[in-house]
C-alpha cells in the first residue's frame, strides 16, 4: 500500500497552499495528516479526513474526493514551512499504518 | 500534558541489539495502544510497530522490514514503552519516535522527540 504525495509545494506568503495524497483504495479508512519542520517530532493537523486538533489553525483543512484525499493550507505563513505527511491504517492483509511519501512546503 | 521522553539511543555495531525506552505521562497509559516510529536520515517517517492494550492482551503488530528482529513490549505499572532491536542492520540507522495512538487504528496524536540510533562498525 504506497501513499503518493507531491515531493514539493512552493507557495507565496498570503496564497493556498494544496498538497494531495493518493495511490490506493481509501474505501473506509480515516486520512490524517502531520506536519514536521526540521529536526523536530511531527504533530498531527488533520485527523479523519478533515477534523482539526485543538491548536491547530483554521487555515489548515482537509478534504477527501474518492481515492484523493487533500490538506489545504490557506493564507500561508512563513512558519508553515514543513515537511507534511498523509496517513492511514491499513488492516488488509496485515495491520499497518501507512505513512505518504511527504511534501515539503516551502514559503517563497 | 502529554509527554513522551525516549532513551536509550547510540551506536550499535550491525547484528548487535539495543532497546529503546519511552517513559509517558500526563494520560492513561494503560488505555491507549502505543507505537514506534522511525524516520532514517534525510527520509520520510516508516511505522515500525505497536502494542496493543491489556484488554487486548498486550498483542504487537509489526512492519515487514522489522518482524521477527524487532520486539515491542509494555510495563503499565511503569507507564514505560519499549523496543527491544536485535540483529540491527545498517537500514535500521533512524530516528525512533514513541507515539500514542489517540484512538485504535487511526491518528497518531502525540509523539516523544525522538532518540537516534546508528548501526555502523
Known amino acids: 500500500y504506497v501513499l503518493t504525495q507531491p515531493p514539493s509545494v512552493s507557495v507565496a506568503p498570503g496564497q493556498t497552499a494544496t498538497i494531495t495524497c493518493g495511490g490506493g483504495?481509501?474505501?473506509?479508512?480515516?486520512v490524517h495528516w502531520y506536519q514536521q519542520k526540521p529536526g523536530r517530532a511531527p504533530i498531527l493537523v488533520v485527523h479523519?479526513?478533515?477534523d482539526r486538533p485543538s491548536g491547530t489553525p483554521d487555515r489548515f483543512s482537509g478534504s477527501r474526493s474518492g481515492n484523493t484525499a487533500t490538506l489545504t493550507i490557506t493564507r500561508v505563513e512563513a512558519g508553515d514551512e514543513a515537511d507534511y505527511y498523509c496517513?492511514?491504517?491499513?488492516?488488509?492483509?496485515?495491520?499497518?499504518?501507512?505513512f505518504g511519501t511527504g511534501t515539503r512546503v516551502s514559503v517563497l | 500534558e502529554v509527554q513522551l521522553v525516549e532513551s536509550g539511543g547510540g551506536l550499535v555495531q550491525p547484528g548487535g541489539s539495543l532497546r529503546l525506552s519511552c517513559a509517558a505521562s500526563g494520560f492513561t497509559f494503560t488505555h491507549h495502544y502505543m507505537d514506534w516510529v522511525r524516520q532514517a536520515p534525510g527520509k520520510g517517517l516508516e511505522w515500525v510497530g505497536r502494542v496493543r492494550n491489556r484488554a487486548n492482551s498486550y498483542s504487537t503488530d509489526y512492519a515487514a522490514a522489522v518482524k521477527g528482529r524487532f520486539t515491542i513490549s509494555r510495563d503499565d505499572s511503569k507507564n514505560s514503552l519499549s523496543l527491544f532491536m536485535n540483529n540491527v542492520k545498517v537500514e535500521d540507522t533512524a530516528v525512533y519516535f514513541c507515539v500514542r495512538e489517540f484512538v485504535p487504528g487511526e491518528a497518531l496524536d502525540n509523539w516523544g522527540q525522538g532518540t537516534l540510533v546508528t548501526v555502523s562498525s
Open positions: 483504495n481509501f474505501g473506509m479508512k480515516n
Open positions: 496517513q492511514v491504517w491499513d488492516e488488509n492483509p496485515d495491520h499497518v499504518y501507512v
Open positions: 479523519d479526513d478533515r
